[in-house]
Structures are given as structure tokens and as C-alpha cells.
Antibody, heavy 122, light 108 residues
Framework: EVQLLESGGGLVQPGGSLRLSCAAS????????MSWVRQAPGKGLEWVSAISGSGGSTYYADSVKGRFTISRDNSKNTLYLQMNSLRAEDTAVYYC???????????????WGQGTLVTVSS | EIVMTQSPATLSVSPGERATLSCRASQSVSSNLAWYQQKPGQAPRLLIYGASTRATGIPARFSGSGSGTEFTLTISSLQSEDFAVYYCQQYNNWPTWTFGQGTKVEIK
């Protein structure tokens, strides 16, 4: 059974930093691209960042480029999102999501974690 | 960036009735279109990918159609557990993935 478990969310002041983690199990983690998708309170879904299975290729939404860094540790089956220079508009539930087809990056998301809430406020 | 537009924003339907949700892309996304269902307090769940292929475990009352710029999600006979928000997503124009703003299906 595929499981994705996010952690690391919390309250942070504007300009601060936070690192999110997503522990994966139930599939060959290194074979799949992974993404982070966020949802601001009461709003829709916004893709944030993606990473290839090897970790060699990374992609970012313009809204977070230069501030967020996605990475993965395939030996630990864990995905990360380092978030720096946080702004109030980054407040959201952050979901990690698994790519639906082995190796393919440009694909739908077939499994999602339960999400972790990040609140940026003074 | 491809903009995904869903309509209507809210759909009021009685249990047992048919629901038809629309999603339009600002440029062609071929058949690289997915639909997700999200219930309050829960993560999104994949329903449809490739515009018309049901994901594992999704009931046959859910069907998807369309290609290019116009797509439809149909729920043939709404069950109580189907009242939720539905999002479309394109994955053709990567490396950006874009979602529609969602359609809320509520009980009439």
C-alpha cells in the first residue's frame, strides 16, 4: 500500500525558513518523480515543485523559484521541501504527491499525502 | 502558462441525478488531463487520467471525455459520497502543472 506522510509544517514568521519532509512507503521510491502541491485556506490547488526520480532534475513554479528547494534522499525514501524567505501568501496546506507512471515526470499524481499546514504570520 | 477554467463553480444536484462538469484549457493539452476529487479536510484523490481512463478503484459511474481544449467529467448517478470539490489538471505543458479552480458539487 502506497503511503505518503508529510511533516515539518508549523507557524513561522515572514522571512523565516521551514523544511518539509514526506516519508514514502509501499513503492519503489527512486523510480518515480515526486511533487509538492499546496492549497491556501479555502482556495484551490497550486503545483509548487517537482523532482525526477534520480533527483537530478528539479522544477519550480514561478511563485517560489529562488526561495524554495526540492530534494530527495532515495536511501531514506524521503522527499523534502526547503522553504526560505517565507511570505504570508505561502500560507497553505502542503501536499506531497507521487507521479503516476514510472520514470515519467510530466504526469498526473496518483497518490497524495494527507498534507502539512504551513502558516506564515507575525 | 496554460490556464484551466472549470464550470460551473457550483453545481447543485439531487442524489441519483447526473452531474456534468466542464474544464477548458487555454490551449491544447492533447489528452493529458486528469480529474481529482477532494472532500473537506482530505487530500485530493485521482479519479481520471488521460482524459478518460479511470484510476484504480474508481467506480464506473465516473467517466471522462474530451481532448484538446474541452473536457467533461460525468457522474452518472450521484451518490452521497460524491458530494465534493472536483479539480481538473493538465500535465501536457510541463514543467508546469496547472489546475482548474474547482467545481463544488453540492446537494440540491
Amino acid at each position: 500500500e502506497v503511503q505518503l506522510l508529510e511533516s515539518g509544517g508549523g507557524l513561522v514568521q515572514p522571512g523565516g525558513s521551514l523544511r518539509l519532509s514526506c516519508a514514502a512507503s509501499g513503492f519503489t521510491f527512486s523510480s518515480y518523480a515526486m511533487s509538492w502541491v499546496r492549497q491556501a485556506p479555502g482556495k484551490g490547488l497550486e503545483w509548487v515543485s517537482a523532482i525526477s526520480g534520480s533527483g537530478g532534475s528539479t522544477y519550480y513554479a514561478d511563485s517560489v523559484k529562488g526561495r524554495f528547494t526540492i530534494s530527495r534522499d532515495n536511501s531514506k525514501n524521503t522527499l523534502y521541501l526547503q522553504m526560505n524567505s517565507l511570505r504570508a501568501e505561502d500560507t497553505a496546506v502542503y501536499y506531497c504527491a507521487k507521479g503516476g507512471v514510472v520514470v515519467v515526470i510530466a504526469i498526473y499524481f496518483d497518490y497524495w499525502g494527507q498534507g502539512t499546514l504551513v502558516t506564515v504570520s507575525s | 502558462e496554460i490556464v484551466m477554467t472549470q464550470s460551473p463553480a457550483t453545481l447543485s444536484v439531487s442524489p441519483g441525478e447526473r452531474a456534468t462538469l466542464s474544464c477548458r484549457a487555454s490551449q491544447s493539452v492533447s489528452s493529458n488531463l486528469a480529474w481529482y476529487q477532494q472532500k473537506p479536510g482530505q487530500a485530493p484523490r485521482l479519479l481520471i487520467y488521460g482524459a478518460s481512463t479511470r484510476a484504480t478503484g474508481i467506480p464506473a459511474r465516473f467517466s471522462g471525455s474530451g481532448s484538446g481544449t474541452e473536457f467533461t467529467l460525468t457522474i452518472s448517478s450521484l451518490q452521497s459520497e460524491d458530494f465534493a470539490v472536483y479539480y481538473c489538471q493538465q500535465y501536457n505543458n510541463w514543467p508546469t502543472w496547472t489546475f482548474g479552480q474547482g467545481t463544488k458539487v453540492e446537494i440540491k
